[in-house]
Protein backbone atom coordinates (compact mmCIF):
# COMPACT_ATOMS: atom_id res chain seq x y z
CA UNK A 1 0.00 0.00 0.00
CA UNK A 2 1.91 3.65 -1.25
CA UNK A 3 1.72 6.30 1.44
CA UNK A 4 -0.83 8.13 -1.00
CA UNK A 5 -3.55 5.17 -0.11
CA UNK A 6 -3.43 6.24 3.48
CA UNK A 7 -4.21 9.86 5.19
CA UNK A 8 -3.62 11.32 8.45
CA UNK A 9 -6.20 13.18 10.61
CA UNK A 10 -5.74 15.57 13.65
CA UNK A 11 -9.25 15.53 15.19
CA UNK A 12 -8.89 18.20 17.92
CA UNK A 13 -5.41 17.15 18.90
CA UNK A 14 -6.17 13.34 18.65
CA UNK A 15 -4.78 11.98 15.47
CA UNK A 16 -5.94 9.05 13.15
CA UNK A 17 -4.47 7.63 10.05
CA UNK A 18 -6.94 5.74 7.85
CA UNK A 19 -7.52 4.24 4.02
CA UNK A 20 -8.83 7.68 1.57
CA UNK A 21 -11.18 4.77 0.36
CA UNK A 22 -12.63 5.24 4.55
CA UNK A 23 -13.38 8.66 4.44
CA UNK A 24 -14.81 7.94 0.72
CA UNK A 25 -17.55 5.52 1.93
CA UNK A 26 -20.35 8.08 1.59
CA UNK A 27 -19.68 10.19 -1.55
CA UNK A 28 -22.56 12.99 -0.48
CA UNK A 29 -20.69 13.66 2.86
CA UNK A 30 -18.31 16.12 3.71
CA UNK A 31 -15.50 13.41 4.64
CA UNK A 32 -15.08 12.55 1.32
CA UNK A 33 -14.98 15.78 0.04
CA UNK A 34 -12.44 17.04 2.47
CA UNK A 35 -9.57 16.31 0.13
CA UNK A 36 -9.90 18.49 -2.43
CA UNK A 37 -9.38 21.98 -0.15
CA UNK A 38 -12.35 23.55 -0.57
CA UNK A 39 -13.64 23.48 3.10
CA UNK A 40 -12.17 25.98 5.51
CA UNK A 41 -13.29 23.68 8.22
CA UNK A 42 -10.20 21.15 7.16
CA UNK A 43 -6.84 22.76 7.17
CA UNK A 44 -3.61 21.03 6.51
CA UNK A 45 -1.03 21.42 8.51
CA UNK A 46 2.33 19.74 8.53
CA UNK A 47 1.07 16.30 6.46
CA UNK A 48 -1.80 16.40 8.66
CA UNK A 49 -5.38 17.08 7.85
CA UNK A 50 -7.14 19.11 11.39
CA UNK A 51 -10.36 19.03 12.36
CA UNK A 52 -11.40 21.27 15.01
CA UNK A 53 -14.01 18.92 16.48
CA UNK A 54 -14.60 16.58 18.86
CA UNK A 55 -11.63 13.41 18.69
CA UNK A 56 -12.75 11.46 21.13
CA UNK A 57 -16.47 11.20 19.37
CA UNK A 58 -14.67 11.01 15.92
CA UNK A 59 -13.46 7.63 16.71
CA UNK A 60 -16.88 6.16 17.08
CA UNK A 61 -17.45 7.98 13.77
CA UNK A 62 -14.24 6.20 11.81
CA UNK A 63 -15.56 2.66 13.30
CA UNK A 64 -18.93 3.55 11.91
CA UNK A 65 -17.05 3.96 8.31
CA UNK A 66 -15.11 0.98 8.31
CA UNK A 67 -17.67 -1.46 9.68
CA UNK A 68 -20.90 0.58 8.11
CA UNK A 69 -21.89 -0.67 12.35
CA UNK A 70 -22.19 1.45 15.16
CA UNK A 71 -20.94 -0.43 18.81
CA UNK A 72 -21.00 1.96 21.56
CA UNK A 73 -19.75 0.79 25.19
CA UNK A 74 -22.52 0.20 27.44
CA UNK A 75 -21.77 2.88 29.98
CA UNK A 76 -22.00 5.36 26.37
CA UNK A 77 -24.56 8.12 27.08
CA UNK A 78 -23.21 11.01 24.75
CA UNK A 79 -25.66 10.23 21.86
CA UNK A 80 -26.96 13.55 20.81
CA UNK A 81 -23.70 15.02 21.14
CA UNK A 82 -22.63 12.38 18.35
CA UNK A 83 -25.61 12.73 16.55
CA UNK A 84 -24.23 16.51 16.72
CA UNK A 85 -20.78 15.30 14.61
CA UNK A 86 -22.41 13.19 12.46
CA UNK A 87 -24.33 16.29 11.00
CA UNK A 88 -21.45 18.17 10.96
CA UNK A 89 -19.78 15.37 8.92
CA UNK A 90 -22.90 14.99 6.91
CA UNK A 91 -23.15 11.34 7.44
CA UNK A 92 -26.81 10.97 7.35
CA UNK A 93 -27.30 7.36 7.47
CA UNK A 94 -25.54 7.35 11.24
CA UNK A 95 -27.57 10.51 11.91
CA UNK A 96 -30.72 8.16 11.16
CA UNK A 97 -29.14 5.38 13.23
CA UNK A 98 -28.48 7.54 15.95
CA UNK A 99 -32.42 8.71 15.73
CA UNK A 100 -33.31 5.58 15.65
CA UNK A 101 -31.45 4.37 18.85
CA UNK A 102 -32.39 7.54 20.68
CA UNK A 103 -36.35 6.47 19.92
CA UNK A 104 -35.84 2.87 20.98
CA UNK A 105 -34.07 3.64 23.57
CA UNK A 106 -36.46 6.25 25.04
CA UNK A 107 -38.05 4.50 28.78
CA UNK A 108 -42.01 3.44 28.04
CA UNK A 109 -44.44 4.41 30.99
CA UNK A 110 -47.67 2.15 31.62
CA UNK A 111 -49.94 3.12 34.42
CA UNK A 112 -52.63 0.67 35.23
CA UNK A 113 -55.96 2.60 37.69
CA UNK A 114 -57.51 -0.17 40.03
CA UNK A 115 -60.93 0.60 41.58
CA UNK A 116 -63.08 -1.64 43.72
CA UNK A 117 -66.18 -0.27 44.35
CA UNK A 118 -68.73 -2.80 45.78
CA UNK A 119 -69.10 -6.11 43.62
CA UNK A 120 -67.41 -4.41 40.45
CA UNK A 121 -63.69 -3.86 39.19
CA UNK A 122 -62.85 -0.96 37.35
CA UNK A 123 -59.23 -0.34 35.17
CA UNK A 124 -58.12 1.95 33.37
CA UNK A 125 -54.28 1.41 31.46
CA UNK A 126 -52.70 4.70 30.30
CA UNK A 127 -49.35 3.68 28.36
CA UNK A 128 -46.59 6.00 26.75
CA UNK A 129 -45.90 3.33 24.04
CA UNK A 130 -49.12 2.86 21.93
CA UNK A 131 -47.36 -0.35 20.79
CA UNK A 132 -48.10 -1.93 24.49
CA UNK A 133 -51.57 -0.45 23.92
CA UNK A 134 -52.28 -2.13 21.12
CA UNK A 135 -50.82 -5.57 21.75
CA UNK A 136 -53.05 -5.66 25.21
CA UNK A 137 -55.83 -4.51 23.38
CA UNK A 138 -55.50 -7.34 21.32
CA UNK A 139 -55.15 -9.98 24.04
CA UNK A 140 -57.74 -8.86 26.51
CA UNK A 141 -61.25 -9.53 25.91
CA UNK A 142 -64.44 -9.19 27.83
CA UNK A 143 -67.13 -11.78 28.57
CA UNK A 144 -70.72 -11.00 29.39
CA UNK A 145 -72.77 -13.51 30.96
CA UNK A 146 -76.41 -12.66 30.72
CA UNK A 147 -79.40 -13.93 32.71
CA UNK A 148 -81.13 -16.85 30.98
CA UNK A 149 -84.11 -14.21 30.84
CA UNK A 150 -81.94 -12.09 28.25
CA UNK A 151 -80.20 -14.50 27.16
CA UNK A 152 -83.11 -15.89 24.67
CA UNK A 153 -81.37 -17.77 21.84
CA UNK A 154 -77.96 -18.12 23.14
CA UNK A 155 -76.57 -19.02 26.97
CA UNK A 156 -72.96 -18.60 25.38
CA UNK A 157 -71.76 -15.21 26.94
CA UNK A 158 -71.13 -11.84 24.94
CA UNK A 159 -67.41 -11.19 24.28
CA UNK A 160 -66.71 -8.06 24.00
CA UNK A 161 -63.34 -5.80 23.50
CA UNK A 162 -62.58 -3.54 25.87
CA UNK A 163 -63.14 0.26 25.01
CA UNK A 164 -60.57 2.42 23.50
CA UNK A 165 -60.59 6.21 24.57
CA UNK A 166 -57.45 6.83 22.64
CA UNK A 167 -54.48 5.07 21.15
CA UNK A 168 -53.16 5.11 24.66
CA UNK A 169 -56.01 3.99 26.64
CA UNK A 170 -57.77 0.90 27.36
CA UNK A 171 -60.68 0.80 30.05
CA UNK A 172 -62.69 -2.17 31.22
CA UNK A 173 -64.30 -3.80 34.14
CA UNK A 174 -65.60 -6.74 35.41
CA UNK A 175 -67.73 -8.27 38.31
CA UNK A 176 -70.92 -8.18 38.83
CA UNK A 177 -73.69 -5.46 37.77
CA UNK A 178 -77.01 -4.38 37.14
CA UNK A 179 -79.85 -5.27 39.58
CA UNK A 180 -80.94 -8.38 41.32
CA UNK A 181 -84.01 -9.04 38.24
CA UNK A 182 -81.05 -8.22 35.85
CA UNK A 183 -77.96 -8.81 37.20
CA UNK A 184 -74.82 -10.29 35.02
CA UNK A 185 -71.55 -10.99 35.08
CA UNK A 186 -68.32 -9.43 33.75
CA UNK A 187 -65.19 -12.01 32.73
CA UNK A 188 -61.66 -10.94 31.70
CA UNK A 189 -59.59 -13.10 30.10
CA UNK A 190 -56.28 -12.02 29.08
CA UNK A 191 -54.53 -13.89 26.17
CA UNK A 192 -52.59 -16.61 26.49
CA UNK A 193 -53.98 -17.36 29.73
CA UNK A 194 -57.42 -18.99 29.06
CA UNK A 195 -58.63 -18.11 32.46
CA UNK A 196 -61.86 -16.14 32.26
CA UNK A 197 -62.02 -13.75 35.79
CA UNK A 198 -64.51 -12.10 37.63
CA UNK A 199 -62.42 -10.85 40.53
CA UNK A 200 -60.61 -7.59 40.07
CA UNK A 201 -57.92 -8.50 42.56
CA UNK A 202 -57.17 -11.69 40.51
CA UNK A 203 -57.71 -9.43 37.00
CA UNK A 204 -55.13 -6.85 37.89
CA UNK A 205 -52.94 -9.96 39.39
CA UNK A 206 -53.29 -11.14 35.75
CA UNK A 207 -52.39 -7.71 33.92
CA UNK A 208 -49.48 -6.94 36.16
CA UNK A 209 -47.89 -10.67 35.65
CA UNK A 210 -48.54 -9.51 31.35
CA UNK A 211 -46.66 -6.51 31.63
CA UNK A 212 -43.97 -8.21 33.53
CA UNK A 213 -43.83 -10.43 30.59
CA UNK A 214 -43.47 -7.83 28.52
CA UNK A 215 -40.17 -6.47 30.44
CA UNK A 216 -41.79 -4.12 32.02
CA UNK A 217 -40.81 -3.63 35.77
CA UNK A 218 -42.94 -1.92 38.78
CA UNK A 219 -41.23 1.28 39.20
CA UNK A 220 -44.60 3.06 41.97
CA UNK A 221 -47.47 2.52 43.41
CA UNK A 222 -49.86 4.95 45.14
CA UNK A 223 -51.32 4.05 48.36
CA UNK A 224 -55.34 4.82 48.00
CA UNK A 225 -55.82 8.09 50.16
CA UNK A 226 -58.36 8.98 52.01
CA UNK A 227 -61.68 8.77 50.55
CA UNK A 228 -60.41 7.50 47.15
CA UNK A 229 -60.64 3.39 46.80
CA UNK A 230 -58.31 4.00 43.53
CA UNK A 231 -54.71 2.42 43.38
CA UNK A 232 -52.31 3.51 40.52
CA UNK A 233 -49.24 1.01 39.48
CA UNK A 234 -46.40 2.61 37.11
CA UNK A 235 -44.50 0.52 35.26
CA UNK A 236 -41.30 1.35 32.88
CA UNK A 237 -39.69 -0.21 30.16
CA UNK A 238 -36.24 1.40 29.36
CA UNK A 239 -35.26 -0.75 25.83
CA UNK A 240 -31.18 0.00 25.01
CA UNK A 241 -30.24 -2.11 21.34
CA UNK A 242 -26.11 -3.08 21.65
CA UNK A 243 -25.97 -2.65 17.59
CA UNK A 244 -26.81 -0.39 15.34
CA UNK A 245 -25.93 -1.56 11.76
CA UNK A 246 -27.03 -0.79 8.41
CA UNK A 247 -26.29 -2.30 4.44
CA UNK A 248 -22.90 -3.65 4.54
CA UNK A 249 -22.30 -1.48 0.94
CA UNK A 250 -24.38 1.86 0.29
CA UNK A 251 -24.50 2.86 -3.02
CA UNK A 252 -24.72 6.71 -2.48
CA UNK A 253 -25.45 8.42 1.19
CA UNK A 254 -29.15 9.21 -0.45
CA UNK A 255 -29.97 5.52 -0.79
CA UNK A 256 -28.24 3.80 2.08
CA UNK A 257 -31.33 2.73 4.59
CA UNK A 258 -30.55 2.24 8.00
CA UNK A 259 -32.11 -0.88 9.51
CA UNK A 260 -30.81 -1.02 13.47
CA UNK A 261 -29.84 -4.39 14.12
CA UNK A 262 -31.18 -6.61 16.92
CA UNK A 263 -28.38 -8.85 18.55
Known sequence: MSGQDLV??????????????????????????MLDGRDPEFK?????IFVDRDGALFSFILDFLRNHELLLPSDFSDHRRLQREALFYELDSLVDLLSQYLLQSRSAIMEVHFLNRNTQAFFRVFGSCSKTIE??????????ERPPALARDSNSP??????????????????????????????ISIKPDNRKLANGSNVLGLLVDTLLKEDFRLVSTRTPAS????????????????????NKTPKSETTAMPAPSQK
Do not use: W
Open 158 to 187: LALPPQRPSHHDLLFHCGCDGTANHAGVRY
Open 135 to 144: MLSRRIMMFV
Open 8 to 33: TLNVGGKIFTTRLSTLKQFPASRLAG
Open 44 to 48: TVDGQ
Open 227 to 246: GDKSECYVFERIKSPQVLGM
